[in-house]
């Protein structure tokens, strides 16, 4: 497909993306696993990057609750399903990008065969087994994966690359929490998950690119301090997943 | 009194302290986290063992929210 010059044109002038960085953008495939505070916003920046193919992956429907943070929808959208509103926003948004939609809950059954058609997964999910499923099935499929969570004034990024035999989640989390942990159980400021879920297209847009990404690295951002802390993250040697 | 570093910032502690009881007292559940000391992510059986002394870095990572 021909590059839309005057609507890339802004980042064509970047000498690290160019024709033909924005042609590698636009072949590139990037799923993302849930469509609420981190993954509307990277959803919108990646769309409007010219990632060629998104998928999107969420089986819940609208909430009034979810409007402080989900900013890819409204009042109107609620009881709708997220997936739906969120392809129709995205292709409006951006009409040269092919978005797929996954309406039913990620299984172990059915992640492999989804992430087998993506070069990127971001992990936007809001609860730790879900976490652990995207990351064994990333691996499986040696796809990259950029995972994001905020908690209060907190956000956290990750990138773990399988095809380059870098640290995961799991090395972070090597054992599941016993009890299941979810945003409904912490507070979540939009704008913090704003941050984040930006920061989590701006990991994939990169790493399609070529350029340094958060691999083998955490970022911690402090909304109320406004730093930035960055932790190397090793390898463990006893990991299940990228052992 | 003792000198560490928790989350990036320099810290005084009356004494050493495990890690588990830095949690408690910092109202931290640890099953909300992942603790990283000295670099080392420490396994969640062992943070009632690993004490922090004189010098020490701790990172608390919460991966948690995210919808």
Redesign the interface.
Known sequence: MQIDLERYKRQLSIKAIGKHGQQKLFNAKVLVC?A????GPALIYLAAAGIGSIGLCDF?VIEQS?LNR?ILYNHADIRKQKAYIAKEKLEKFNPDVKVETYSEKLTEENASDIFKNYDVVI??????QS?YLINAAAYRSSITIV?????EF?G?LTVAVPKENTSC?Q?????K???E???K??G?LGAI?GTIGSMQALEAIKFILGLHCLKNK?L?F?GIEN?Y?I????K?KDCPICK | MIDVKI??ENKKLEDKINIADFLKNNNIDP??V?V?HN???V??ENITKVILEEGDTL?I???????
């Not at chain 1, 609420?36 to 993954?39: A, D, K, R, T, Y």
């Not at chain 1, 932790?231 to 090793?234: A, D, F, K, T």
């Not at chain 2, 990572?61 to 919808?67: A, N, P, Q, S």
């Open positions: 849930g609420g505070g981190l993954g819940d979810n989900q992990d936007a999910v809001d609860n730790f976490r995972c994001g969570a905020v908690c907190e956290i989640f090395c972070i989390y090597p054992i929490p016993s009890s942990l979810t945003s159980t912490f979540i998950a955490v911690i402090n730093t802390r932790r190397s993250i090793s463990r | 989350n990036g099953i909300e992942t990283e670099s080392e992510i396994n969640q990172e990572l919460r991966f948690v929210g995210g919808g």
